[in-house]
């Protein structure tokens, strides 16, 4: 009996141990705000709001934008998600589109990493041209702090809260840059997004949120 009760005892100890090296474990930690970078800012308002389009497999809680458009049903694509959204340079003026598909990374590794998505953007800029971003993004920040304490425990949400998500694959933390078209032909740079939420609905999820795209090409 003894044997059992110490066993038990050992596995109980062991979860909460892994329970809190999950949530204040400092290698899955939000990089924090971005105070100054040399780089461009676009910005986009939240896609689930705001956005051209949103899609998913349907099984998120996530809202879909518009609340028509068709989910991700077939087996290849239905763990993605499919976002559209409008970018506005730092006057709020609308200069360019950006699309992205992301889905959960291969390279997720709770203890060490967070939990990484793996975001594939093209974004066109209309006289400009277009360009890739290949983007590693840490969702473990949010998620801990957001979506799980207010979706999934029914509690209050203390905002606003601002986060740097984008942890690679770039050297710094920062994603890859790759141009396409236009005046980004073959030229290669980094970015970084920053996102400040300033509501979040125990409901629908994020809602007004305002995103800078921090864009460097040499």
């Known amino acids: 009996m003894r044997v059992v009760l110490v066993t038990m005892l ?35 308002r939240s896609p689930f709001t705001e956005g051209l389009a949103v899609t998913h497999g349907g099984q998120s809680r996530l809202p879909l934008q518009p609340v028509q458009i068709p989910a991700l049903w077939e087996n290849t694509i239905k763990d993605s998600m499919l976002s559209v959204v409008v970018l506005h340079d730092e006057e709020n003026v609308p200069v360019g589109i950006a699309s992205r598909v992301s889905q959960l990374s291969e390279s997720t590794e709770m203890l060490t990493r967070g939990v990484l998505v793996d975001d594939d953007w093209l974004v066109t800029i209309p ?58 032909a073959n030229r290669q740079g980094t970015a970084v997004e920053s996102y400040q939420i300033s509501e979040f609905n125990q409901t629908v999820g994020p809602g007004r949120m305002d995103v800078r795209l921090f864009l460097r090409l040499p």
């Open 10 to 44: 050992g596995f109980v100890l062991g979860c909460a141990l892994v329970l809190v090296a999950l949530y204040y474990n400092p290698f899955t930690a939000d990089s924090g705000v971005i105070v100054s970078l040399d780089a461009r800012v676009l910005t986009y």
């Open 127 to 184: 006289g400009e041209g277009s360009f890739f971003i290949q983007a590693d993004s840490n969702l473990w920040p949010f998620l801990r702090d957001t979506l799980i304490p207010v979706w999934y425990l029914d509690r209050p949400w203390h905002g606003p809260k601002s986060y740097r998500p984008t942890a690679g694959p770039a050297d710094g933390g920062a994603a890859i840059v790759a141009g396409a078209t236009g005046l980004f």
